[in-house]
């Protein structure tokens, strides 16, 4: 029974809204709208209606479509610029890098030396291995920053260890030095890209050029205006029938 009163609801509420439509599309009372009478008027408005609304849907579909490919040529390009600057900044920030060795507190990253919880970079790193009787130390230098020392006592670390990590660790400063003079050139190069890629307009400029084909189209098709000139003799013909002009 529930079902019913609910499909019972919902039939009404469609023949109220339905209703509503054809006075809304066809003004004038229920007769105007409804009976049989009537039904060449309506016909004769409905037949004027339907080339202008569907060229105008034509039209603002074909117009959108143009305004989205300018909007999609401009995402394009800052994806394009976006994605070589950070490729610069990755250069220049290559971060620490994977491990490589770690002895005693010291742990030896590809681009970095971390002692406790601070970082040196390895660019401009002075390496200096020192011998006592008891322990050695090694002795890290960066361009900035204070110096760090770490101490490896003999019965812990045997003092041959100790000696191939600070080679070690030359080596590695030795390939940093070597590889920024290879990153500071793809770096030059990289620059020359992104100055490229700002100034290439091609993208948009096409879009562009799209769209104002489009405008001047649509400004020159005739048929839009033939088709409302046929629908305002249509809303005339309507409004000296019923008293009403059609929307």
């Keep these: 029974m529930r079902e019913f009163v609910r499909l019972l609801v919902l039939l009404a509420v469609g023949g109220g809204a339905y209703t509503l439509w054809r006075l809304y599309s066809y003004p004038g009372g229920w007769a105007y709208a409804f009976h049989p009478r009537h039904a060449a ?39 394009v610029v976006r994605s070589i600057e950070q490729e610069i900044h990755h250069l220049r920030h290559p971060g620490r ?14 681009h970095a030396v971390i002692k406790d919880d601070r970082e040196i970079p390895l660019q401009g790193l002075a390496i200096h291995l020192e011998h006592a009787q008891q322990q050695d130390f090694i002795h890290l230098t960066p361009t900035d920053g ?45 620059q020359g890209e992104l100055a490229r890629a700002r100034a290439d307009t091609s993208l948009h400029d096409e879009a562009r050029a799209h769209l104002t084909e489009v405008t001047s189209r649509q400004r020159q098709d005739r048929r839009p205006h033939a088709a409302q000139s046929e629908l305002n003799a249509a809303h005339d013909r309507w409004h000296k029938l019923t008293g009403k002009r059609p929307h």
């Design 97 to 110: 890098g994977q491990e490589v060795a770690e002895l005693g507190g010291l742990t030896l990253h590809q």
């Design 41 to 79: 008027a309506r016909n004769d408005l409905d037949k004027a209606r339907r080339p202008a609304r569907d060229l105008a849907r034509e039209a603002k579909k074909e117009l959108d479509a143009a305004h989205a490919g300018i909007e999609r040529a401009d995402r394009r390009h800052r994806a």
């Design 146 to 190: 204070d110096p760090c020392h770490t101490s490896y006592l003999h019965a812990e670390h045997d003092a041959d260890d100790v000696r191939r990590f600070a080679v070690q660790l030359e080596n590695a400063v030795a390939e940093e030095r070597s590889h920024r003079v290879r990153t500071d050139k793809l770096i030059t190069q990289k």
